[in-house]
């Protein structure tokens, strides 16, 4: 008999109700096949691109202009400009840094850094500091229509540069959000509109060409959910998604649907981050690779890494988990897309790393991943299990000749305890059957398996089925 062994990351409050995890491995779907329509394939590795002074890594831009590409990276205070061979050169030094201060963003010409009342801009060859009296620092900054739009701190108002000129600001050129009385969080650019996140409502606006001030509001684009954390604000799938708040409460995910909020988050997920101590430091990236799209979502002060997949629409088996090994979050800290690589920057130390699909560490340390199950229950009758048949891809090996194993232990009580593990191994190389089978696994009325792994190599789990035997109430 075949047993749900894949699915999204939905564990409950109750876990008597939901105990399933996906612990750094995405789901892939193939329509095309009936048995094999469902896979998890393991969580990319990262290989070091270059080391940037001695981190954390607060920023990434990708900058592209006459003087050549470079991506640009806050390390601390400096900032550099990073070439694709990997190689830097320090750009000079900005006002130290705090975890959520920093904010950047770049056009065809510059890239602006704002890390609280200060400001800075850069051609990726050299850097000079903003001087305007009528620039008042930033808590976040876009480019639209070459003006450089900021929202002005503690406040509702935002304001603009003037145009094609980082260095140059107009004290007229502020206008304020005032459909509610919250204050301006984040201003996003997108689908040539200027999205201003409030802590509790967010309105759109648009350049309609006005001479005494370019930005107007878009009447009718109106979001009755604000934003609960400037850095998870992230244009996506085209498309913006933000971690929400209301008047009512906050940490749902949503993600724009036109002009209005759409949730994409599940209750387990929910549920998840309603526990952590602080989420107005939570930062988000956005990667696509093979026609995913990840919007990956960390909060720093707990070190939790929750991942949306946008290709899969079902928000119940959407939602991952990544992890660093010892460091409970995922250790990417800022994104590029730059130069055909997905780098992140380290939040500990100067390394930008590369995401690599085929490299199966992080940064040298073990992927450690986990699934577990959806509960087995047949009317509450006992289950007796003679054994369980992991359809996993096997043959993939560890270079040195030996095993790579995958280990099972199972929960009968709900998913409170657990037992000891099982291991098996996933084949060495060349070695492509038979699938992988664990016996001796006893009875329960309601039982959730766990497997789980951390062996180098090439992962895909793909189905399980069980031989068992149904008794009675008894």
């Known amino acids: ?46 290989v070091a691109f270059s080391v940037v002074g001695s981190g954390p890594i607060h920023g990434l831009a990708r900058l592209s202009n006459t003087k050549g590409e470079f991506v640009i990276a806050v390390s601390g205070a400096e900032v550099f400009a990073i070439r694709a061979n990997g190689t ?17 963003a770049s056009n065809q010409n510059v890239c602006v850094i704002c890390s609280g009342a200060g400001g800075w801009y850069t051609d990726g060859v050299t850097m000079a500091h903003i001087t305007a009296d009528a620039f008042y620092g930033a ?14 701190p503690d406040s509702q108002q935002f304001y603009i540069s003037n145009l094609y000129d980082a260095s140059a600001y107009d004290a007229l050129d502020i206008a304020m959000a005032e459909s509610n009385v919250d204050k301006l969080v984040a201003v996003v650019a997108d689908h040539q509109e200027l999205w201003l996140f409030g802590s509790e409502s967010t309105e759109v606006w648009y350049n309609s060409g006005a001479t005494d001030f370019p930005f107007a509001r878009r009447e009718g684009a109106l979001l009755e959910v604000g934003c609960a954390a400037t850095h ?45 101590s602080r989420t107005d430091d939570a930062r988000a990236h956005a990667y696509q690779h093979s026609g995913h799209t990840f919007y990956v979502l960390t909060f720093p002060t707990d070190g939790v890494t929750f991942v949306y997949d946008a290709a899969i629409q079902d928000p119940e088996v959407a939602w991952s988990v990544r992890s660093t090994y010892g460091k409970g979050r995922d250790r ?12 992140v920057g380290d939040f500990e130390s100067g390394t930008v790393w590369r995401l690599d ?24 009758k006992r289950i007796f299990f003679k054994d369980i048949r992991i359809n996993i891809e096997r043959g993939v ?19 409170h305890t657990w037992s000891n593990k099982k291991q098996a191994s996933m084949g060495v190389i060349g070695k492509y059957l038979p699938m992988v089978t664990f016996s001796r696994l006893g009875s329960s009325r309601d039982r959730v398996f766990r497997l789980s792994g951390s062996a180098p190599v090439r992962t895909v789990l793909i189905g399980a089925y069980i031989d068992a035997k149904v008794g009675s109430y008894i």
């Not at 075949?2 to 008597?16: A, D, Y």
């Not at 750094?24 to 998890?40: G, P």
């Not at 699909?357 to 509450?380: K, N, S």
């Not at 099972?408 to 009580?413: E, G, K, P, T, V």
Request: aromatic share 10%; proline share 5%.
């Open 1 to 46: 008999m075949r047993i749900p062994l894949l699915g999204g990351h939905s564990k409950r409050k109750s876990t008597n109700q939901d105990s399933q995890t996906l612990v750094n491995l995405f789901l892939e779907v193939d329509a095309a096949e009936k048995e094999t329509k469902l896979a998890a394939y393991l969580a990319p590795g990262k």
């Open 88 to 104: 830097s050169v320090s750009m000079g030094s900005i006002t130290p840094p705090s975890a959520t201060s920093v904010v950047m």
């Open 139 to 152: 808590t976040s900054i876009a480019f639209l229509d070459n003006f450089i739009c900021l929202a002005k």
């Open 232 to 276: 998870s604000a992230v244009k996506a799938d085209n498309s913006i998604f933000w971690l929400g708040q209301t008047p009512h409460g906050k940490g749902v995910v949503y993600r724009a649907d036109q002009y209005s909020p759409r949730i994409v988050s599940n209750r387990g997920v929910e549920y998840a981050i309603s526990q952590l």
């Open 332 to 343: 990417g800290n800022a994104y590029a897309f730059f130069a055909g690589y997905h780098l």
């Open 357 to 380: 699909h085929d490299t199966y560490t992080d940064g040298g340390l073990p992927i450690v991943w986990e699934r577990t199950t959806a509960h087995i229950i047949q009317d509450m």
């Open 397 to 415: 090996g560890l270079e040195d000749g030996t095993d790579p194993l995958l280990y099972l232990d199972w929960s009968d009580d709900g998913g």
